[in-house]
């Protein structure tokens, strides 16, 4: 040990030397971003623009444009390809239409095709745009460089919406849980299908007196194999890239608009049994939210006693790391307006507001329950068009049973425009017990976190970065506790550069948060090169090379962890796609580690590090085949031992009525003796039935011999009325190591949305 004493010295003498280095040149680039994003926001690429004329007469909505209104309206058109290729014109022709009154904006789409073969992945609401012949239309309505409004109809009529969050640049910043009421109407020809949007005023938000938005519109085309758009982004950015969005003018200045308000009841009859004790529950409880618009910009949201009995189950993962990982917002009551919450922090490493958190608890023995919330308020949104507010007040119930105490969870948020698309904000999180508990520590009777966030982003869309400050505080707190995050990604259609460093004391703690390590130094840096071939059946090629390494606070920066990938991606013009990958990694474990998940095994010492290989093999077929398929294998070292996986999902689907699949995750892992192998196994099939654009059936069954659980989730959903449902769900949980049951309940849940 005293050879690795000298040489953990000798490595953090230089890697202190290495921060302080580090730290100048953060602070230096902080400095020149901020002059670079000031100046360079002003060069303004030229926008394409359509003109939305104000009509008085009415438009009915059945998918043939038969009034004379639609012969006088300005259209956006000639479409650019953006795959296989992004520098031609599409080759079948797209036409959008806009139109507007008082109360509504008017939309046409008329997509021509080479056929009526149309790919329509299901009947169900919210659809992916990959598996679907679709055109999809985008409002940036306070021209803010960070937010919009997605609409989109298949073929069929079908109907999806979206918020687009944090300039649209990936798929973070997609959200298709937000709902709103809007209707359409489409009808399909031999040679194309048209649809016609009608979407109320009062079910987006815009500034009083609008004279433009942002606008885009973007389609997959199935029959010719191609992705369109109305202003060209080229390959590999998403056509959500707000950046790139063209302009649509109002021929008058918009008026401010009815506030709506919406009153959103629930009444739930659950019957449930918990094998544990044998005890039976009858439940019938009621609730609900209302929705409160302030001017044109701020909801006030109001929940009483919420329910997510029907919120779809989360997925099974098996985690072979030793570290948490975190699962999507299914909530309806924390969607809209997310990203003013949730998109403070870094994604991966350490945010500072985590919604999941709340409603979610652990009991005396560490496990996962579920924490009812007595009711809340929430403000969010816009207050013009430079600045947004957000604030949020939960109250959750204290569980004495489960040594779960009463909580008050809050949080505000404020972000502020600056030098074109960049953005700044603030933040302040707490969580604060009022009650006394004997089995709260003094130090846990709160937590809270304050910080400041930057988000740069360039008009020429090449540069995105993101620096911040947090500290987290808590009772008797004399402490740094500081979390920090600076990052700079340069992107092209060829190139794409990353590097980012982060930060997180080892005393820095956020409760309503998630902190995936403390009491480290992380750095990240990848480079990605694509190319693409003018002529074959490659549509495109590239590499990737990623580096990340941490440095653990309490063992003097000793590097703990470290990781060198390297990834080769081919995609075809049909879109299958396959990959090759690499990785070495380097672990040292400062705590014992089963890596075999293996109960009452040997564990692996602590202050052990290893070095392993590991390879990757990836295929994905096309996502508009019938057939589904994709699949992963990896095989090399594991810590001492080895580890093969083979990951994936196979199904089938019978558009548009009914899809199947198979997902699976199996993992051998060999130890030398005396420590503990493995098979990990994790299947996951699913039937999902699609009766009609308002009845939908969906059985997910999910089995996992690491957890010893099969579990059973059951929903057959009625939309009877715009946004309004009546759902049956059941749930059926068994033990499988000694095969019995575990938990069950079945409940029937009926919501309508009031407008008042």
Do not use: C
Not at 238 to 253: A, K, N, S
Not at 432 to 460: M, Q
Not at 563 to 585: A, C, H, R, V
């Amino acid at each position: 040990m005293s050879i690795r004493v000298k040489t953990n010295r000798l490595v953090y003498n230089f890697i202190s030397f290495r921060f302080k280095i580090n730290t100048l040149l953060y602070r230096y680039s902080l400095f020149s971003l901020f002059l670079f994003s000031f100046f360079y926001s002003y060069s303004q690429n030229e926008k394409r623009s359509v003109t939305v004329k104000k009509i008085s007469e009415e438009i009915i909505l059945d998918g043939i444009l038969n009034e004379k209104v639609w012969e006088i309206a300005d259209k956006a058109d000639d479409f650019w390809q953006q795959f296989p290729s992004d520098s031609v014109k599409a080759t079948d022709k797209t036409e959008v239409k806009l139109l507007y009154n008082d109360t509504h904006l008017y939309v046409s789409v008329t997509a021509y095709t080479i056929g009526k073969n149309y790919t329509i992945n299901s009947l169900r609401r919210d659809y992916s745009s990959r598996n679907n012949d679709n055109v999809t239309i985008e409002f940036e309505t306070f021209n803010d460089g960070q937010n919009a409004f997605l609409f989109g109809v298949n073929a069929f009529g079908v109907q999806r919406e979206a918020l687009i969050s944090e300039r649209g640049v990936d798929v973070r910043g997609f959200n298709l849980t937000w709902d709103t009421k809007w209707k359409s109407a489409s009808k399909y020809f031999d040679n194309k299908y048209v649809v016609e949007y009608a979407i109320p005023f009062s079910s987006i938000k815009y500034p009083e007196n609008s004279k433009s938005w942002g606008f885009q519109a973007y389609r997959y085309d199935f029959q010719s194999n191609e992705r369109s758009i109305w202003t060209n982004v080229v390959q590999g950015l998403f056509p959500t890239h707000i950046g790139f969005f063209g302009e649509m003018i109002f021929e008058e200045p918009l008026k401010k608009n009815k506030t709506p308000l919406y009153l959103i009841p629930y009444i739930n009859a659950l019957k449930s049994k918990d094998f544990s004790d044998i005890k039976n529950n009858n439940l019938f409880t009621t609730g609900g939210d209302l929705k409160i618009a302030i001017g044109t910009g701020l909801n006030l949201d109001v929940t009483i006693n919420p329910d997510f009995s029907n919120v779809e189950v989360d997925d099974v993962i098996t985690n072979l790391t030793r570290f948490e990982i975190t699962l999507p917002e299914k909530r309806q009551f924390f969607i809209d307006n997310g990203d003013l919450f949730g998109s403070f922090g870094s994604f991966r490493d350490a945010i500072p507001f985590f919604s999941r958190r709340i409603g979610i608890a652990k009991d005396s023995i560490g496990n996962t329950i579920q924490n009812n919330i007595i009711g809340g308020i929430r403000l969010s949104g816009k207050i013009d068009e430079n600045w947004r507010l957000g604030f949020l007040n939960i109250q959750n119930s204290e569980d004495i049973k489960n040594q779960i105490a009463s909580n008050n969870n809050s949080m505000f948020a404020i972000q502020r425009k600056v030098f074109g698309g960049s953005q700044i904000g603030a933040f302040i999180v707490n969580r604060e017990t009022f009650g006394n508990y004997d089995f709260i520590e003094a130090n846990d009777k709160y937590n809270r976190v304050v910080g400041l966030d930057y988000n740069l982003a360039s008009s020429n869309n090449r540069w995105i970065g993101k620096f911040y400050t947090h500290k987290s505080f808590k009772p008797n707190d004399k402490k740094g506790n500081l979390s920090s995050f600076a990052s700079i990604l340069y992107n092209t259609r060829e190139w794409r550069l990353y590097s980012n460093t982060v930060f997180v004391d080892e005393d820095f703690r956020s409760d309503l948060g998630f902190i995936r390590r403390t009491g480290i130094i992380k750095t990240g840096n990848s480079i990605t090169r694509n190319f693409y071939p003018k002529k074959g059946k490659i549509n495109s090629h590239g590499f990737r090379f990623l580096h990340l390494s941490w440095l653990q606070q309490n063992l003097n920066y000793f590097k703990t962890d470290e990781s060198f990938n390297f990834e080769y991606t081919l995609s075809t013009n049909n879109q299958n796609q396959l990959q090759l990958g690499f990785n070495n990694k380097f672990v040292f474990l400062f705590n014992s580690f089963d890596p075999s998940r293996t109960d009452g095994a040997l564990e692996l010492p602590s202050e052990t590090d290893y070095n392993y290989n590991e390879w990757n093999l990836n295929y994905r077929l096309n996502f508009a085949n019938p057939f589904i398929f994709n699949s992963e294998l990896t095989y090399g070292g594991f810590f001492n031992g080895t580890k093969l996986s083979y990951t994936g999902t196979i199904g089938y689907r019978l558009q548009p009525k009914f899809i199947f699949t198979l997902q699976w995750d199996y993992n051998k892992i060999k130890l030398p003796k005396p420590y503990s192998s493995n098979d990990i196994i994790l299947i996951r099939p699913k039937f999902d039935f699609t009766f009609s654009k308002n009845i939908f059936w969906s059985t997910l069954i999910q089995y996992s011999n690491l957890t010893n659980n099969l579990g059973i989730n059951s929903r057959l959903q009625w939309r009877f009325a715009p946004l309004s449902d009546l759902y049956l769900v059941y749930n059926d949980n068994y033990y499988t190591q000694e095969f019995g049951p575990v938990f069950r309940s079945i409940n029937l849940k009926l919501t309508y949305w009031l407008n008042l």
